[in-house]
């Protein structure tokens, strides 16, 4: 009786469309050592944030994914570690059920180097790569000829593994890039994080008509996720306008089978509705069709599926 009546009251105080139950995959996070891990095993390369150093653990992100019903994550491999992917590779290893994870490319490898890498990782759980462009020299760029990124690029065409770029310092900045990578092997995956990185201002508008004619490209995918990373200081939890200039414009070019909801957590424990209320507005935009691709849907037709091996 006390059942019935809660959920009779769920259903008549939340939108209709948070009104349902469904799998969710957070297809952007990361987790790395707490202090007293990194001075034993998993050294730093840069340390972490203070305030969310001993936060990033896999232990404390299920403690959030648990709250909020998310069932599993794309682990993108943090700049805190840079390349030694062990810290990652051993919470894959702990929970493999739950979580699935990014590498993070070096540009500094030759091309049968970057290549072999991407395999051994591959091999140990990774089903995808992440590109930050900052990573490269000046000027050279991730789709040069010669370099280990366009490689790499080519081979997750074959190994079904999607390529993730970071556009941290505006999209029009790497856009000329981007497209090289497309034209040059149109068969791999291509996802772009977090909306874009467009802000809501006259230079993050200009880029998000880039972004909306990326659309064109069967093979391009957009994470719905770090939504506080694109308010541009106007808009603020629950994004109201970032759903409306930049999720609901991206949902009818792209449609929701190439978007993904994801958290990038533990940044997003420092905002206000934190990890629950990151996933829960994203949730709370869709309709039932177009949460069944946005919460995980897209991810795990990228990525594979989440849950117990069959
Ligand atoms: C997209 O990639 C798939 C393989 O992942 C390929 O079969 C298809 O031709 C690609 N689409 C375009 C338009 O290039």
Redesign the pocket.
């Known amino acids: 009786m006390m059942r019935l009546f809660s959920l009779v009251y769920l259903a008549c105080a939340i939108p209709e469309a948070a009104a349902f139950s469904m799998k969710i995959i957070d297809s952007h996070l990361h987790v790395w050592a707490s202090k007293s891990e990194a001075e034993s095993n998993f050294p730093y390369d840069q340390p972490p944030p203070e305030s969310l150093q001993n936060n990033a653990t896999p232990e404390a992100l299920i403690e959030q994914m648990d709250k909020a019903g998310v069932d599993g994550a794309l682990i993108v491999q943090p700049i805190n570690h840079k390349y030694d992917h062990s810290y990652v590779a051993n919470a894959i290893k702990k929970y493999p059920h739950k979580f699935k994870g990014m590498l993070l490319h070096d540009p500094e490898l030759s091309p049968v180097m970057a290549v072999k890498r991407l395999e051994e990782l591959v091999l140990s759980g990774y089903v995808g790569v992440r590109f930050n462009p900052y990573l490269w020299n000046e000027g050279e760029l991730m789709s040069a000829d010669s370099g280990g990124g366009l490689a790499v690029y080519k081979r997750c065409?074959e190994l079904?593994c999607p390529v993730g770029v970071m556009c941290f310092k505006g999209l029009e900045l790497h856009y000329d890039d981007i497209l090289a990578l497309i034209e040059k092997s149109?068969?791999?995956?291509l996802v772009l994080d977090h909306l874009g990185f467009c802000a809501l201002n006259e230079k993050g508008d200009e880029a998000f008509k880039q972004l909306l004619a990326l659309s064109k490209?069967?093979?391009v995918s957009v994470k719905v996720s770090a939504l506080f990373r694109n308010t541009g200081s106007v808009d603020s939890f629950p994004y109201d306008k970032v759903k409306a200039q930049r999720f609901q414009p991206l949902l009818e070019a792209f449609g929701s089978k190439r978007l993904m909801v994801g958290s990038d957590f533990p940044y997003v424990l420092e905002t206000e509705g934190g990890y629950d209320g990151a996933i829960n507005t994203v949730k709370s935009w869709l309709n039932k069709d177009d949460a069944e691709a946005v919460l995980f849907g897209t991810a795990e037709r990228l990525f594979g599926k989440w849950g117990a091996l069959e």
Request: charged fraction near 10%; proline fraction near 22%.
């Open positions: 065409a079904g149109p068969d791999t995956q490209y069967p093979n």
